[in-house]
């Protein structure tokens, strides 16, 4: 939760310094209203719950950073997005090369 909280408060910083305004920063500003709206951590329990809402955020966020301090929140989410993704892509590479990995 912090590190998204993080991650929408360097987009906010990365829009205001981006003189004139564009599309693409005025949607990602609604996306960071509407990742703010949801109000309760509930949503934060499976990874495709809030995926829709905040990955335009993150993934403007690593586009335009100019620094690795403006990199480490959208990447400390990475762990909460690889306890979904990992354990598939094992299974699935397990199968294709018939290792017997557990």
Known sequence: MAAMLAS????LLLIWKRRPLT???IVI???VVLGSA????????YA???SRAVS???????LNARGWVELVPPIAVLPAI???TVRPL??????LTNLGIP
């Open 8 to 11: 929408f408060v360097v987009a």
């Open 23 to 25: 599309p693409a920063a």
């Open 29 to 31: 500003g609604l996306f």
């Open 38 to 45: 949801y109000g309760d951590i509930g949503f934060l329990s």
């Open 48 to 50: 495709f719950d809030y």
């Open 56 to 62: 335009p955020v993150f993934l403007f966020v690593l």
């Open 82 to 84: 690889a306890i979904y």
């Open 90 to 95: 094992l299974d699935v590479v397990r199968c």
